[in-house]
């Protein structure tokens, strides 16, 4: 069955510095690839996408994604975490069978600290 | 261009009772999914609608069902509510697929 794996539930790093969020997923296929953050109480804001194409990714607040093939990876980067990055992070893959859907990995906290 | 918007953004209900989530869609999107995201978890998918017939549905019984109207609104439905229901419940709109869905704030449910 399609998955997608977060392996970190909580991440702490020091406002400054840098930070790496993980995420594998398990699909037969290419499969479109989504990073979303959340903060407490609210929906889900898109930070970056991946179709097709280069597979560096920019996306808004300075974040930025890989996509490695080979090793079913979508890691989301930012060299310089704000205090105001602190929130949960999901990696999620849109499923195109009978409509699209996403499917969310478990998410990460991240917590900064000053 | 207005967002997503969903209502109510708080509810609260009792084992067995019936609830209906709603939510409004950007203009010009076709499709609404919803999902359900329980405490400490990522969302899950219940199911999404494309110029209002049911599209794709997820892991969830038939108590669970929804409605897509002409104007860009939806519903979801829950009937016999039991406690395990108590979650965000999320809905998101999009052009044709593959495209970017654009989240709502969520209606958090209580079930008691």
């Known amino acids: 069955a399609q998955s997608v794996t977060q392996p970190d539930i909580h991440i702490t790093v020091s406002e400054g510095a840098s930070l790496e969020l993980r995420c594998n997923y398990s699909?037969?296929?290419?499969?479109?690839l989504f990073w979303y953050v959340q903060s407490p109480g609210q929906g889900l804001q898109l930070l970056l996408k991946?179709?097709?194409?280069?597979?560096l990714v920019q996306g808004i607040k300075g974040f930025e994604a890989e996509f490695k093939r080979s090793q079913s990876s979508f890691n989301l980067r930012k060299p310089s975490v704000h205090w105001s990055d602190a929130a949960e992070y999901f990696c999620?893959?849109?499923?195109?069978?009978?409509?699209?859907?996403?499917?969310f990995g478990a998410g990460t906290i991240l917590r900064v600290k000053s | 261009e207005t967002g997503v918007t969903q209502s109510p953004t708080h509810l609260i209900k009792t084992r067995g009772q019936q609830v209906t989530l709603r939510c409004s869609s950007q203009?010009?999107?076709?499709?609404v999914s919803w999902y359900q995201q329980a405490l400490g978890q990522g969302p899950q998918f219940i199911f999404q609608?494309?110029?209002?017939?049911?599209?794709g549905r997820g892991n969830f019984p038939p108590r669970f069902s929804g409605l897509q109207f002409p104007n860009y609104s939806s519903e979801l439905n829950v009937n016999a509510l039991e406690l395990d229901d108590s979650a965000l419940y999320l809905c998101?709109?999009?052009?044709?697929?593959?495209?970017?869905?654009?989240f709502g704030p969520g209606t958090r449910l209580t079930v008691l």
């Open positions: 999620a893959v849109e499923l195109m069978e009978y409509g699209n859907k996403l499917v």
């Open positions: 609608y494309y110029r209002e017939e049911e599209n």
């Open positions: 699909y037969g296929a290419t499969p479109y």
């Open positions: 998101a709109s999009s052009e044709d697929a593959p495209q970017e869905q654009f």
């Open positions: 991946y179709f097709s194409g280069d597979t």
């Open positions: 203009s010009g999107h076709n499709t």
